[in-house]
């Protein structure tokens, strides 16, 4: 056994040598070069550069709902069933197209409450909760669409939360993108200078986008004191920011 592997391992050394013994110095198989590459992939001068651009959102998401409790199931959700219509009556009427609209989320819970006194669980009844969201492209119809739904659903109305967000941030993704090239290439250059070495073209980029969902804003509140309209529901979008992160490797010369 100690025979053999010995006479490998003499194979393998003459293998070896028989590639570092071609013509020109360069190793041959077979007849035919071999191009062996020692380099590293961490060679060169990387970087990172970041673009950042702000945008008024265009588009607003509105998460409204109705809830309604009955000693009964189908009290309930006969309840809930007409208030939700309504609702959605009222978005239509608005300019919220149907496609628009979408459910989010639907429950028939069994409500009951802990009695200290007798020590027993009452039972209260049946809640129906119906949660829909609600895409608002005429994002200043905003607090108009908010007013109408709550005048709609009555005291069965639940507006949970209004988000915000770009309808379509490409525009901004390409001004980001170039801004953090840009950045990026700043950055190699200042290190190249500061080294004493010329930059070559890039070998190596990737690119990372954030692109924020939509920001919800809570408690949403619809007030009218008695026999005096109310003012609309301010609603202000404020600014989004898209950002673009790359890594750029720079060969030197």
Same mark, same amino acid.
């Given at each position: 056994?100690?025979?053999?592997?010995?006479?490998?391992?003499?194979?393998?050394?003459? %293998?070896?040598?028989?590639?570092?013994?071609?013509?020109?110095?360069?190793?041959?198989?077979?007849?035919?070069?071999?191009?062996?590459?020692?380099?590293?992939?961490?060679?060169?001068?990387?970087?990172?550069?970041?673009?950042?651009?702000?945008?008024?959102?265009?588009?607003?998401?509105?998460?409204?709902?109705?809830?309604?409790?009955?000693?009964?199931?189908?009290?309930?959700?006969?309840?809930?069933?007409?208030?939700?219509?309504?609702?959605?009556?009222?978005?239509?009427?608005?300019?919220?197209?149907?496609?628009?609209?979408?459910?989010?989320?639907?429950?028939?819970?069994?409500?009951?409450?802990?009695?200290?006194?007798?020590?027993?669980?009452?039972?209260?009844?049946?809640?129906?909760?119906?949660?829909?969201?609600?895409?608002?492209?005429?994002?200043?119809?905003?607090?108009?669409?908010?007013? %109408?739904?709550?005048?709609?659903?009555?005291?069965?109305?639940?507006?949970?939360?209004?988000?915000?967000?770009?309808?379509?941030?490409?525009?901004?993704?390409?001004?980001?993108?170039?801004?953090?090239?840009?950045?990026?290439?700043?950055?190699?250059?200042?290190?190249?200078?500061?080294?004493?070495?010329?930059?070559?073209?890039?070998?190596?980029?990737?690119?990372?986008?954030?692109?924020?969902?939509?920001?919800?804003?809570?408690?949403?509140?619809?007030?009218?004191?008695?026999?005096?309209?109310?003012?609309?529901?301010?609603?202000?979008?404020?600014?989004?920011?898209?950002?673009?992160?790359?890594?750029?490797?720079?060969?030197?010369?």
């Amino acid at each position: 056994m100690k025979k053999h592997w010995l006479f490998a391992g003499l194979v393998l050394v003459l %293998a070896v040598a028989g590639l570092a013994g071609c013509s020109n110095g360069a190793p041959s198989l077979n007849g035919e070069q071999v191009k062996i590459s020692l380099a590293s992939q961490q060679e060169g001068i990387w970087v990172n550069g970041t673009g950042k651009v702000s945008a008024v959102p265009d588009i607003a998401y509105l998460q409204l709902g109705v809830e309604a409790q009955a000693m009964t199931v189908s009290e309930a959700r006969d309840q809930a069933a007409g208030a939700m219509e309504q609702v959605i009556q009222a978005l239509k009427d608005n300019g919220i197209e149907e496609k628009d609209i979408q459910t989010q989320y639907f429950s028939i819970n069994r409500v009951t409450r802990w009695d200290n006194t007798r020590q027993e669980e009452i039972f209260m009844g049946f809640r129906v909760n119906n949660t829909v969201t609600a895409k608002i492209r005429n994002i200043e119809n905003s607090g108009a669409v908010i007013d %109408a739904v709550a005048t709609a659903g009555g005291d069965l109305t639940r507006i949970n939360s209004i988000g915000f967000s770009i309808d379509d941030p490409k525009q901004y993704q390409e001004q980001a993108r170039a801004d953090a090239v840009a950045d990026a290439a700043a950055k190699a250059k200042q290190l190249a200078d500061a080294a004493g070495v010329k930059l070559s073209k890039p070998l190596y980029i990737t690119e990372n986008t954030y692109i924020p969902g939509p920001i919800f804003r809570q408690d949403l509140a619809v007030k009218e004191a008695a026999g005096v309209p109310a003012p609309e529901t301010p609603i202000s979008p404020g600014e989004m920011e898209i950002s673009v992160n790359v890594q750029i490797a720079y060969g030197m010369e």
